[in-house]
């Protein structure tokens, strides 16, 4: 028998093959809260069962679908921008994009949340019959669950249901996508060292999260062992932690280092007087399919969530000659965690050195606006209030009134409406990247001396550099600069000025 974990969504081997039920074979996989789940029935011999119906095609593979019921709670004191209805939907097209089989659906008002089982007992008792009469295997519930209350709720609606929550979802998400992502980029030698930064954050995240939670192994154990082994869960549990602690700096150190790699490459390109424009946006807005409309790129885009994991830098060519570097990033979603908040943040350094951010928005989208202020809060949290922004409605070529729109859109000065798929509005959009480029930034020259390098460094960041000359005083710099490096730069071109 062999016990090495797959993950959902690993293509079925013998390896991961080793419960044999009739003319079943049973692969047992782990999720992302490491439970332990079939993932696929293969019928070896004989009739087509049910269960082999539920095959379905995800990312290529064939997987079985789990069916799972979606539960949410309404928050009677709180207004949210998105109506629990709506949230539920979001919900269930991250099942969807995760491979599980959405049968249906809950929600509940509540002042605040039981402490037990976040969820009123009444509440439980309707799950647990949805569950029986729709052969329910995964109840996602759609707000983070502490470590007692997952328990709880397992051990309430017993059997092998397992209950997990929008973050353990999303992680599962990211980690199927970098997993595919990686594999890829090995198989193509694009770099033989090519590591998704991403998938190293979504890693640390998924351990953090593990981490609190890890009582829910020993429950697997007991249930194993026929609930005869407490003391040695609990040994076993403290072991789990030090792996799961010390797996976790490992990790830590792995993704500083390649942190350092990518700086170190940024950098460089930062030498190439070239401004750095980073699309940022909610999940599924098309900041991808604007990056490979304007440069040609090959980037996947997808009507899924999250197609998008690891930053993409492509060089946009102007009619008028201008260059600008455009980023694509990975997109955001409503009620993030603070532990992808944290992943996001690393991944997302890149768009902390960028002169300017355009916000993706699908505006056929019956959320839009609840979408802007999500990404709004991520940004705020993400401490780049110092770059300027720039707003791009995408789809307009899907919205029934594009006429009143665009109307709309002129009345507003941050605004430009586009069609990333047909490419309608892109030159407005590349202009308007432009002058946003320029506005934000003022004309100087000045003589750099070589200690001040660091500064020379961000110049080549933050600005716009025309000319760059390497003199025995120093650097003699002609740039446009955002106000604050100008003032910075005062003493700086005195000292130009004295040399002319
Ligand atoms: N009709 C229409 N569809 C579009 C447009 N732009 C993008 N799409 C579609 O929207 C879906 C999502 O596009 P992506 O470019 O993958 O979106 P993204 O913002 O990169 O998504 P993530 O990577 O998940 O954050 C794809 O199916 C695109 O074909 C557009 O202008 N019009
Ligand atoms: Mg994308």
Redesign the pocket.
């Known amino acids: 028998m062999n016990t090495q974990p797959a993950y959902r969504g690993d293509v079925l081997d013998e390896e991961h093959v080793f419960f044999h039920r009739g003319t079943l074979l049973v692969a047992i996989a782990q999720d992302s809260c490491n439970n332990i789940i079939p993932i696929a029935f293969v019928v070896v011999e004989g009739e087509t069962s049910d269960a082999f119906k539920r095959f379905t095609s995800h990312n290529n593979k064939d997987v079985f679908e789990e069916k799972a019921y979606l539960v949410g709670v309404e928050r009677k004191n709180e207004v949210q921008d998105f109506g629990i209805e709506e949230s539920l939907s979001e919900l269930a097209q991250l099942a969807d994009t995760a491979g599980l089989l959405v049968v249906g659906s809950t929600y509940q008002k509540l002042t605040s949340p039981n402490p037990r089982t976040y969820i009123g007992s009444g509440k439980v008792s309707e799950i647990k019959s949805a569950i029986h009469a729709l052969d329910v295997e995964t109840v996602i519930f759609d707000d983070e669950l502490s470590a007692g209350q997952l328990r709880n709720l397992e051990k309430i609606f017993g059997g092998d249901v397992r209950v997990c929550d929008r973050t353990a979802l999303i992680l599962d998400i990211f980690n199927q996508r970098a997993a595919t992502h990686e594999a890829k980029q090995k198989k193509l030698l694009i770099s033989p060292n090519y590591k998704c930064l991403f998938s190293f954050d979504v890693s640390l995240a998924q351990m953090e999260y593990q981490l609190p939670r890890l009582t829910k192994m020993w429950t697997h154990l007991e249930r194993q062992a026929g609930g005869k082994v407490k003391g040695m869960g609990e040994k076993q549990i403290e072991v789990d932690k030090r792996i799961l602690r010390n797996q976790i700096g490992i990790l830590k150190k792995e993704l500083e280092s390649v942190r350092k790699h990518r700086k170190q490459y940024r950098n460089r390109r930062f030498s190439v007087p070239v401004p750095v424009v980073s699309l940022v946006?909610y999940?599924?807005?098309?900041?991808?399919?604007?990056l490979n409309q304007l440069t040609g790129a090959d980037v996947?885009?997808?009507?899924?969530?999250?197609?998008?994991l690891d930053p993409t830098t492509r060089r946009v060519q102007m009619k008028n000659g201008k260059e600008f570097l455009l980023t694509?990033t990975?997109?955001f979603i409503q009620k993030l965690p603070t532990t992808l908040v944290a992943a996001f943040r690393a991944t997302l350094e890149e768009i902390s050195e960028s002169s300017l951010l355009v916000h993706?928005v699908?505006i056929?989208h019956p959320l839009a606006e609840q979408q802007i202020n999500a990404v709004d809060k991520v940004l705020s949290e993400l401490d780049v209030s110092s770059i300027p922004r720039l707003m791009v409605w995408?789809?307009?070529?899907?919205v029934s009134d594009p006429q009143k729109l665009r109307l709309d859109a002129e009345k507003r000065d941050d605004v430009v409406c586009?069609?990333?798929?047909?490419g309608d509005g892109l030159q407005e959009f590349c202009n308007a990247v432009q002058d946003r480029l320029k506005d934000s930034m003022v004309w100087v020259e000045a003589l750099v001396p070589f200690e001040n390098g660091d500064l020379l460094s961000t110049i080549h960041q933050v600005g716009m550099v025309e000319k760059a000359e390497y003199t025995e005083q120093g650097t003699y710099i002609k740039a446009h600069v955002p106000l604050r490096f100008a003032r910075m730069l005062t003493p700086m071109r005195q000292l130009c000025v004295s040399r002319h």
Do not use: P, Q
């Open positions: 946006g999940t599924n807005a098309g900041k991808s399919t604007l996947l885009a997808e009507d899924k969530l999250f197609a998008t694509d990975v997109g993706v699908d056929s995408n789809k307009v070529d899907r586009i069609s990333a798929l047909s």
